[in-house]
């Protein structure tokens, strides 16, 4: 059974940083590409980076030159930093995990809130 579980958020201050992690198990890792994707209260989900198994990162255009995406195989975990946040960053930010023929499965969650 897949589960990926995120933590790292929190309550920071305009300009702050903040560093998420997902952890993976029950899936095969290292091979899968991996992503974030946030939603905030009253939006639609909106993707925000992707990391490759071999570590081609895709991003945003609002989040590019801010945020990093990496991943650690030997841990089962992906990684998002955060850097000079910003009011509009508050959302809840989501993992995800794709899989063949496009499946993807997806974490519970974490909150960011960004505070001016």
């Known amino acids: 059974q897949v589960q990926l579980v995120e933590s790292g958020g929190g309550l920071v201050q305009a300009g702050g940083s903040l560093r998420l992690s997902c952890a993976a198990s029950?899936?095969?890792?290292?091979?899968?590409?991996l992503g974030w994707y946030r939603q905030a209260p009253g939006k639609q989900r909106e993707f925000v980076a992707r990391?490759?198994?071999?570590?081609?990162?895709t991003y945003a255009d609002s989040v590019k030159g801010r945020f990093t995406i990496s991943r650690d195989n030997t841990k089962n975990t992906m990684y998002l930093q955060m850097i000079s946040l910003a009011p509009e960053d508050t959302a809840v930010y989501h993992c995800?995990?794709?899989?063949?023929?496009?499946?993807?499965?997806w974490g519970q969650g974490t909150q960011v809130t960004v505070t001016s």
């Open positions: 995800m995990i794709e899989f063949p023929l496009g499946r993807r499965a």
């Open positions: 029950g899936v095969i890792f290292a091979t899968s590409p």
């Open positions: 990391v490759t198994g071999m570590g081609d990162a």
